[in-house]
């Protein structure tokens, strides 16, 4: 699927704001976990206990020892009140955490050395406590065990753990190498989906591991807990995501891209749906609303009640996670197995290791969530989790070093290197400043303490460095964007040049504008030589100078070339190299050389400033040169493979055509001598008229033999003239009906006010005229089949009583009041586009649906041209019989123009072609004068007539007639010809019996009379 460059603008500029978001989230993040305090209570998420939701409490799962002297809970009891705020839910045990960061000064008391807490006036408001002895204390309110009053204790306000932080950072800076060398490849390719995925990888990896490794403090605020939660949740789909298309698109994903994903995204789509509902549902009861009372407290009953759903919708989702890491893991041991070469399967064994290995910490995890869930929510998951993503970290990092990963690799160039250096200056100037600040905060701002003075000092000092580092920036950028850096870029554009360029000229073209532009010159030339001669012939040109289109070098120059010396233009110069020069009005000639042979020339005009070539010019000429000769052989190469590649293609094609006409003349020889076509289709389907074996027809018709058991509806779709009604009677003849009537209905050919009577019937007195009953085309294919032929033209008001006939298989004759049960098997056709008038309320969406059940669809005669000949063939032996003349077939400028024709009236065109052809033959074969084919397609046939014949009369029309430009003719119009033609054919066939040519058509004989007169036929 084709995207335009304004697509991979957004997809780079979505991807890379994805990228910073999660950047900032993760230190944001830390930012938080470091400046959050602790009390080291920790409670699930939803209480289990149905009565202490009710009691609006929590159970303290996890407790660190209190130190002496201190009345804490511990593990078991349950918590009432943290500073003053109750604790009914989880929601609001984290809101209280989160209060605990900044409390109002109003709000905290002070001890002395060696008083006791549990001596603090019960009555004060003071939550917390400042304790010399212990530091601050929280007051909180608690049912120990067996007790049914709340008690009162203190717990000591810590830090937050200092190994999970430093886990957690840890992981953040080695996650950030490959994080940020993705997304450099990623800007420099953003039209690599594996890339692009593998960028969002790291992304999305980043937020869910720093928010899953603390998600209890994260947890009081919803802008640190719905990120992460949604990562989560979408990172096993996206770490899928990446599999399937690295090292390339599993087969299945081109082919159904929107199912494949939608089902990859699918179930997180919907956790994430119903994370965000339960999560707004539980914060919005435990509010309680404007509510006081008996109803407030229903509200919060309701949020803890609330809490269990989420907990039980995080574990079911913890086997979905599980799943979709395995079939991660199957795709990755798919892609294995079919990697293209051993780069590419080095690049997935690393990455396989790496997952099998992982699997091992991930089911530790999966088993430590479900056998104990205590230690499993509270950080034991930590470590084995850290261990699995840096196994991948590290597999990613392998294969970008040693095996060339997703080309990583190319953006770590010097370039990249000057732009670390550079931000790792930045970043100690940062962290100095930032230390500077802080250590300034900590000692105060008195002026009569040492933090001005020490913040003067680093102040001057980090003007100092600055300096330093501006000098040292200037230096490198000398050293770094000099003539080197210019080469760098050109001999990378001519590699890139070498391995994608196939066109000498592509490359010609490349090397001439990559050398102007580094060298500043405006006019150059590349000649090529002819083998074996001194002769050079133009190949491409850049800038005004009229460079002649060929020119002779001479031995002496030549020489001078092959021994690689470039050749400058020197103004008192006379000898022959220098006469070249003035005749090609150019300063400097270089040799191109491949294995040691000299194979063309690059000729160069005057510099804008006049100034010489210098020998770093030569050089350069001389890197690039050997680069272009190798591109240039290569190309020839390919053009030489490519062109033998076309002639046997070509050969093969004749081939094949000359076999199948044998086939089919095989066949023809056959049936005259009457013996059986050795060709039959799977279990002998009758094919009745229909005609050729190709593919098309040939996949067509075991869909009949599939479909025709059955009783289903079949819609037969496709363009004018390519047999509906012949596969309409072969759908009846192999089914269990076939020796029931098929009776036919041309619903265009009926006017609206006759349509429903031929259906339904009517009843003697239904309206004017009706002087005795009559059974409708239902009844009399009752038992049988009832083809609708261009189902499309019936009118709205009569769709809807055709639905009700196929809905409930009975009918109602126009005057009748009883309805009439039928056995009916309906066979539609149209060559109309449904879809499109239902959109526009021409047709019934739910009468389509009814008649779609099976749908086949009849390719046009263009699309199947290897049974034009064959079809031929049988048209001009039926029609010769049938005027008792002698003919034996066509003439090759006859074939030629049929199996060029687009033919847009398909196969009846072709039919009515035949036989005009027949009537106008004087001889025993049909000449390109006998078909008198009509329209753009006879200058196409009149030139394969004269022109040499191409090597596959099948398949040449493919390149030029698959798509043919419609026909500028109203449809209506086609419409009405192919109508006058079926009229036409049928009068023919019977001999100019009209009545009998309106049974064949199974249309009234009125009817048939109106419509000969209306074309004029009578």
Excluded at 126 to 144: A, N, T
Excluded at 286 to 295: D, K
Aim: glycine letters at 6%; one cysteine or more.
């Amino acid at each position: 699927m084709a995207i335009s460059m304004r697509e991979f603008r957004a997809a780079k500029i979505l991807l890379t704001s994805l990228a910073v978001w999660a950047a900032a989230y993760c230190l944001c993040a830390l930012a938080f976990l470091a400046t959050t305090p602790d009390l080291g209570i920790r409670c699930f998420i939803a209480e289990d206990d149905v009565a202490a939701r009710e009691a609006g409490v929590l159970t303290i799962r996890k407790m660190p020892k209190s130190p002496a002297g201190l009345t804490s809970p511990q593990t078991g009891d349950r918590l009432v009140e943290v500073a003053g705020r109750r604790t009914r839910t989880f929601t609001d045990f984290a809101a209280a955490m989160v209060w605990l960061r900044s409390p109002p000064k109003s709000d905290i008391g002070t001890q002395f050395s060696g008083d006791d807490p549990d001596e603090f006036n019960p009555e004060s408001t003071f939550v917390l406590i400042d304790h010399p002895d212990f530091g601050r204390l929280v007051k909180v309110r608690y049912l120990p065990a067996g007790v049914s009053e709340p008690q009162r204790g203190w717990v000591l306000l810590r830090r937050q753990p200092l190994g999970g932080l430093v886990l957690s950072l840890g992981w953040f800076i080695l996650h950030s190498a490959i994080f940020i060398l993705s997304g450099l490849a990623f800007w420099q390719r953003p039209y690599d989906r594996p890339l692009r995925t593998y960028f969002a990888l790291c992304a999305v990896t980043a937020v869910a591991y720093v928010g899953g490794n603390h998600w209890w403090v994260l947890a009081g605020s919803l802008w640190f807990l719905i990120p992460f939660a949604a990562c989560a949740i979408v990172l096993p789909a996206v770490l899928l995501h990446f599999f399937l298309v690295y090292p390339m698109p599993v087969p299945i994903l081109p082919r159904w891209p929107r199912v494949v994903l939608s089902a990859v995204y699918g179930p997180p789509a919907v956790a994430i749906g119903t994370m965000l509902a339960v999560l707004g549902l539980g914060r919005w009861l435990s509010h309680g609303g404007e509510f006081v009372g008996a109803v407030q407290q229903a509200y919060h009953i309701g949020a803890a009640d609330v809490m269990p759903w989420l907990r039980h919708a995080i574990y079911a989702y913890f086997v979905i996670a599980a799943a979709y890491f395995a079939v991660s893991l199957a795709v990755l041991i798919q892609s294995y197995r079919h990697a293209r070469n051993p780069l590419e399967e080095n690049q997935v064994k690393w990455i396989l290791w790496a997952g099998l290995l992982a699997a091992i910490p991930v089911t530790y995890t999966l088993a430590l969530a479900y056998i104990d869930p205590v230690e499993f929510a509270f950080g034991e998951a930590r470590l084995p989790m850290c261990i699995a993503s840096l196994l991948f970290t590290l597999a990613y990092a392998v294969g970008i070093a040693r095996y060339k990963l997703m080309l990583i690799h190319e953006v770590v160039s010097r370039g990249t290197l000057y732009y670390v250096l550079s931000f790792g200056m930045t970043l100690v100037f940062a962290f100095l400043i930032a230390g500077a600040g802080i250590a300034a905060w900590q000692e105060g701002t008195s002026a009569y303490g040492y933090a001005v003075p020490f913040i003067v000092l680093v102040a001057v000092g980090v003007m100092a460095l600055g300096w330093l580092r501006d000098r040292l920036q200037r230096a490198i950028d000398r050293w770094f964007f000099r003539e080197k850096y210019s080469l760098d870029r050109a001999l990378q554009r001519m590699n890139r040049a070498v391995s994608s360029l196939l066109e000498r000229d592509d490359v010609a073209d490349n090397m001439l504008y990559t050398c102007c532009e580094v060298l500043r010159v405006e006019q150059a030339a590349l000649y090529l030589r002819d083998e074996g001669t001194d002769r050079f012939r133009l190949t491409t040109a850049v800038g005004k100078s009229r460079f002649p289109l060929q020119f002779r070098a001479g031995q002496e120059m030549t020489d001078q070339l092959e021994q690689g010396v470039s050749l400058q233009r020197v103004p008192s110069g006379a000898s022959p190299a220098q006469l070249t020069l003035r005749r090609l009005n150019a300063e400097l000639i270089h040799g191109l050389d491949v294995d040691g042979e000299m194979t063309g020339v690059v000729v160069f005009g005057a510099k804008p400033n006049g100034a010489a070539y210098t020998a770093e010019d030569v050089t350069f000429l001389t890197a690039v040169s050997r680069i272009t000769s190798v591109a240039l052989h290569s190309a020839k190469v390919h053009e030489d493979l490519s062109r033998l590649n076309s002639n046997l293609n070509h050969q093969a094609e004749t081939i094949s055509e000359q076999r199948r006409q044998i086939a089919v003349l095989q066949s023809e020889l056959a049936q005259q001598t009457g013996v059986a076509e050795p060709h039959v289709l799977p279990q002998q389907v009758r094919r009745g008229l229909i005609r050729g074996n190709s593919p098309a027809v040939l996949h067509v018709l075991e869909t009949v033999r599939k479909v025709a058991p059955s009783d289903a509806t079949v819609l037969v779709r496709g363009e004018s003239g390519t047999g509906k009604e012949l596969l309409a009677r072969a759908i009846h003849e192999n089914s269990r009906r076939a020796e029931q009537p098929l009776v036919s209905v041309h619903c265009a050919a009926l006017a609206p006010s006759l349509l429903e009577s031929e259906l339904f019937g009517h009843v003697r007195g239904a309206f004017t005229d009706a002087r005795e009953d009559r059974q409708g085309r239902f009844e009399l294919a009752d038992g049988g089949s009832l083809f609708l032929d261009e189902v499309g033209d019936i009118p709205l008001d009569i769709q809807v009583k055709l639905l009700r006939v196929l809905q409930e298989r009975t009918i109602e004759p126009v005057g009748a009041t009883k309805p009439i049960q039928v056995d009916v098997r309906v066979i539609a056709a149209t060559h109309r586009n449904l879809e499109q008038m239902i959109a526009e309320g021409r047709f019934r969406e739910d009468l389509y649906y009814r008649l779609n059940v099976v749908s086949i669809m009849l390719p046009p005669l263009r699309e199947r041209p290897e049974d034009i000949f064959e079809l031929a063939l049988f048209f001009i032996r039926r029609a010769a019989d049938r005027m008792g003349k002698r003919l034996v077939g066509f003439d090759e400028a006859a074939v030629d123009a049929m199996l060029h024709h687009t033919w847009p009236g398909n196969v009846r065109e072709l039919e009515n072609c035949i036989e005009r052809a027949v009537v106008l033959a004087d001889g025993e074969r049909i000449t390109l004068e006998d078909l008198s084919l009509k329209g753009p397609e006879t200058q196409v046939a009149s030139s394969t007539a004269t022109a040499p014949r191409l090597p596959s009369p099948i398949l040449a029309p493919r390149a030029t007639a698959v798509k043919p430009q419609p026909i500028p003719a109203a449809p209506q119009a086609s419409d009405e010809a192919d109508e006058a033609a079926r009229l036409l054919a049928a009068l023919n066939e019977c001999g100019g019996n009209k009545a009998q040519a309106a049974r064949r058509l199974n249309m009234p004989r009125s009817t048939y009379y109106s419509k000969l007169k209306k074309y004029g036929l009578s």
